[in-house]
């Protein structure tokens, strides 16, 4: 065997051992070519560049997909069966341009209410222990150059967190694979990102902390309360000044409200003062950031410092690609599972810088 024949041989080797190296001109990510080659069980030939991005986020989050998965590059049950023949369930994906690599991302920040709002974001890998302080540090005057300073007694008190996995999961055919651009991926992506937002803060806000869910806020000790019977300006005031009377209120800048859709429905068309302009605009509430969320109980709103609040997130947001399914029902359609899973969980720091206002009338 001469040297080249050699040289062929051992890419052929390479080739079928390791990630072929992506061509410069082929580094646009596609979910898509991704989807196909998976389904045909030759992903590090007709996908070399996004098998490639597979492994990177395997050595980051320390561990390999399972086989027949891979892992989707992110920067930060039960729905309908796509498939392209019928219009309503995946047709009118069939299309036109490209979409970036990270979409689902993109998406699943853009979704979250309370990402937009402030809260913190920490990434970990172990579970979290974090310490809290409560009481207050009390300064004096010495009286003379012998006084002596009061102790201030504190309090430590521990926030644990655990990882807890939220997701989604959904099928497309192998025909939408076969025939959709991957302008396809931005809207399949688009959704599967607003329904795992919207449970998280769905969960964040009233999470139970059993079966597998977070402790939200609302179930957190300490979070204060004003009635909203006949709420106006000066019950939002008042909301405002039991935060600052705690000292609540650590960055000025995340303090914002959050109301459900029948209490900012009910505020926009209250005046704030007669002939002064409403009690909220569309993005705001007596002149504080506001936004509409579901998450939050009908007819009530949280007001609050959200930079209180941290999200823990361990790894990175997976999505894994199954083209065998759990069922050989899925292989005898020539269907393809898709499942997003964010491993993550919720501690409030303080939830005295939070006040609820419910029965809003």
């Known amino acids: 065997m001469d040297l080249l024949e050699k040289d062929i041989a051992n890419r052929i080797h390479n080739l079928a051992g390791h990630l072929a190296t992506p061509a410069p001109a082929d580094t646009r990510y596609s979910l898509t070519k991704l989807l196909h080659a ?52 995946g047709g009118f994906l069939v299309g036109t341009e490209t979409a970036p690599g990270d ?9 979250s209410v309370y990402i937009r709002q402030g809260i913190q974001q920490l990434n970990l890998h172990g579970n979290a222990s974090i310490p809290k302080v409560t009481g207050v540090a009390t300064a004096g ?38 025939q959709s651009s991957p302008a396809a991926q931005a809207l399949v ?46 019950g939002i005031l008042d909301a405002v000044k039991n935060i600052e009377d705690v000292s609540g209120v650590v960055d000025p ?25 409403m009690l909220m605009g569309m993005n705001t509430l007596a002149g504080l950031p506001a936004q509409v969320s579901k998450s939050i109980p009908n007819g009530s709103l949280i007001l609050g410092d959200w930079s209180q609040i941290v999200l823990l997130n361990w790894g990175v947001l997976e999505v894994g690609v199954d083209p065998y399914g759990v069922s050989s029902a899925l292989f005898q359609k020539g269907l393809t599972g898709i499942r997003a899973i964010w491993t993550c969980d919720i501690c409030v720091l303080h939830a005295e810088s939070f006040q609820k206002i419910t029965s809003i009338t």
Not at 168 to 175: A, I, K, L, N
Not at 212 to 229: E, W
Not at 258 to 272: F, G, I, K, M, T
């Open 38 to 89: 998976l389904s045909e069980d030759r992903v590090n030939h007709g996908a070399p560049y996004e098998a490639e991005c597979s492994l990177r986020i395997a050595a980051e989050v320390g561990r390999e997909p399972r086989p027949g998965f891979a892992f989707v590059p992110v920067t930060s049950q039960g729905q309908r069966d796509l498939t392209a023949s019928i219009a309503g369930q």
């Open 253 to 277: 800048n995340k303090v914002g409200a959050v109301l459900a859709p029948d209490a900012a429905r009910l505020l926009r068309a209250r005046e704030l003062a007669a002939g002064s302009g």
């Open 141 to 178: 005057w010495l009286t003379t150059e012998g006084t002596s300073l009061s102790e201030s007694q504190l309090a430590f008190v521990v926030a644990a967190a655990s990882p807890k996995s939220v997701g989604s999961y959904c099928e497309v055919s192998r025909q939408l694979l076969l």
């Open 189 to 234: 992506m688009q959704h599967m990102a607003r329904a795992t937002a919207s449970e998280l803060d769905g969960k964040l806000i009233s999470g139970s902390g059993a079966s597998g869910q977070p402790t939200g806020l609302l179930n957190a000790a300490g979070i204060g309360s004003v009635s909203g019977t006949a709420l106006a300006y000066t």
């Open 103 to 111: 979409v689902f991302a993109n998406f699943l920040f853009a979704s």
